[in-house]
């Protein structure tokens, strides 16, 4: 744990020191929950939305785009239920004086007694090597089915009493399980209460006319109410999906975590309009295009696992989340959710107008059902910052070591980096040529600062996968050298190939085939 703690401190320190994150408004001591995107966190933002929007848009003609506003008509928030149910258990410890959300006490105390199990599992792996069995193991080990069944037990306990929103059994099972304050220690746990997470304000000019509206809490709802001018301006047919990516916020009141819980953050959410009855089928294969959307960038299969919901939101049938592994553990990354037809029935019911479309083969009017993927911009920039961060030793017998980013080359902000070996003999000039060539095809960075081993190191801090260096022999034969990030090997290679080598290794076919 403690070198969990520490591994993610040196992920936020990284990003600050290196221009990727920034605490909002930091001049005056920041503002909670709230970060900035500095020059290298933008680009690398950027290239996760382009990746997803690509992946999405691009690559299915099924699914269009929309890029709905923030502001929305408050009816909506009544409709999609964010009004009266968008709420999270809070509980408060009377001693430390610090407020818990109540499920996230109880799934965390869950997940300790998994751990207990993934230990005594890597545990009889490494006794009983090639000849062990998991399944088996998990099916017949006595310690193994004891707490299976004691996290089955509170899992099922918890589940009711959300369902039957019966806080004073939420209260009465932190108790049972003897939960204490993870700051402090105490036990002393007040009543739990709901607290919606909606950010009101007010829209008109005057106090009298106004109307209370709310910043969206997620995207989807903007694609919902526009269902209809989509499928009519479109050539769309059920099925077909609608994309967007935008902001969304939430008054989170446990906001922890650097980037992974915010009260201002980005969702790229994508809404899948189904015939009634095949969403099952729509809802698995959008697990799996999901799943490989993730493999795809290769930071590796075991970072990921999937997590059926303990608790569904009021508008699902089926729900899974795509859990990634933090440095703090596992958590939920994206949302896939069957939505049902709950949130377009609803906009009907409250706007009065039709939201349905004519299905052929039942020659009648359907209302669609929704199978929708969501997934926080941001707590991807985070998966792919503190996978990528790598602590390593170059030069065992000189001491010497790197802290590089191994960024998925198509994600990296800048792809190629153009340094002068010195600053004279018209070196200079020369790498200004090659990189004023260069960025007609990629986003590349031009450095003459500090000796060659310096500016080598800064560029792997910040993810480029390749640096191409000018010497005194490119003036006579028009070669470079390139040097690749993450073997640290350099080759010479003449100047016209330079593009050709970046652009294979970064290009987004790479990732979307
Ligand atoms: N439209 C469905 C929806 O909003 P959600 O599970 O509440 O579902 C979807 O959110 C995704 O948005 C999450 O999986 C997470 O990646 C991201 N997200 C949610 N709350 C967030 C927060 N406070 N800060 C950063 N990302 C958040």
């Not at 968008?86 to 869950?110: C, G, M, Q, T, W």
């Not at 709310?214 to 050539?235: D, K, W």
């Not at 990528?388 to 792809?415: H, M, N, Q, W």
């Amino acid at each position: 744990m403690a070198q969990q703690d520490d591994s993610f401190k040196k992920v936020i320190a990284h990003s600050k020191e290196y221009g990727f994150i920034f605490p909002s408004s930091e001049i005056y001591d920041g503002l909670s929950a709230t970060y900035d995107y500095g020059p290298f966190g933008s680009e690398l933002k950027n290239n996760i939305k382009q990746y997803w929007w690509k992946a999405m848009v691009q690559m299915h003609e099924n699914i269009v785009g929309l890029d709905a506003a923030i502001f929305m008509h408050p009816k909506t928030w009544k409709a999609s239920g964010h009004v009266d149910a968008f709420n999270d258990p809070l509980i408060d410890n009377k001693d430390s004086k610090k407020r818990y959300r109540a499920d996230v006490l109880v799934e965390d105390f869950v997940e300790k007694i998994n751990q207990k199990i993934t230990k005594d599992i890597t545990k009889a792996k490494k006794r009983f090597g090639d000849e062990f069995n998991e399944t088996e193991f998990r099916a017949t080990n006595g310690n193994v089915l004891r707490r299976q069944a004691q996290m089955d037990e509170i899992e099922a306990r918890f589940q009711k009493a959300l369902e039957a929103e019966n806080l004073e059994e939420v209260r009465q099972i932190i108790i049972d399980l003897e939960i204490a304050c993870p700051l402090s220690g105490s036990k002393n746990w007040a009543e739990v209460k709901q607290f919606n997470l909606m950010f009101a304000t007010q829209i008109g000019a005057t106090a009298e006319n106004s109307n209370t509206v709310y910043l969206r809490p997620e995207t989807a709802q903007g694609i919902f109410v526009n269902f209809l001018n989509v499928l009519n301006t479109s050539r769309q047919k059920v099925p077909f999906g609608i994309a967007q990516i935008g902001k969304a916020f939430r008054n989170e009141i446990v906001a922890r975590q650097f980037i992974f819980r915010m009260r201002e953050f980005e969702q790229m959410e994508m809404q899948f309009f189904v015939k009634p009855g095949t969403e099952k089928k729509w809802y698995e294969y959008w697990k799996e295009k999901r799943q490989q959307w993730h493999a795809a960038l290769g930071l590796g299969d075991d970072m990921y696992r999937f997590h059926d919901h303990l608790k569904m939101a009021h508008y699902a049938n089926a729900a899974a989340d795509i859990e990634f592994n933090f440095p703090f553990g596992f958590k939920e990354l994206e949302g896939i959710h069957s939505r049902t037809d709950f949130d377009l029935k609803q906009h009907q019911n409250l706007s009065g107008k039709k939201l349905q479309y004519f299905d052929l083969e039942e020659n009648k009017n359907l209302v669609p059902y929704v199978v929708e993927t969501s997934i926080g911009l941001d707590r991807m920039f985070l998966a792919v910052l503190s996978a990528s961060y790598k602590e390593e030793v170059v030069d065992e017998a000189k001491g010497t070591s790197r802290v590089v980013l191994k960024i998925p080359p198509v994600l990296a902000p800048f792809k190629v980096a153009v340094f002068p070996l010195t600053k004279k003999d018209g070196m200079p000039e020369k790498a200004k040529e090659i990189f004023n060539e260069l960025r007609f095809e990629t986003n590349c960075y031009y450095e003459e600062k500090d000796n060659i081993g310096k500016r080598y190191r800064r560029q792997d801090a910040v993810g480029t996968p390749y640096c191409i260096t000018v010497d005194q022999q490119t003036l006579e034969d028009n070669t470079v050298t390139i040097r690749e990030r993450d073997s640290m090997e350099q080759e010479r290679i003449p100047v016209a190939k330079v593009a050709e080598i970046v652009n294979a290794r970064c290009s987004w076919k790479n990732v979307l085939s």
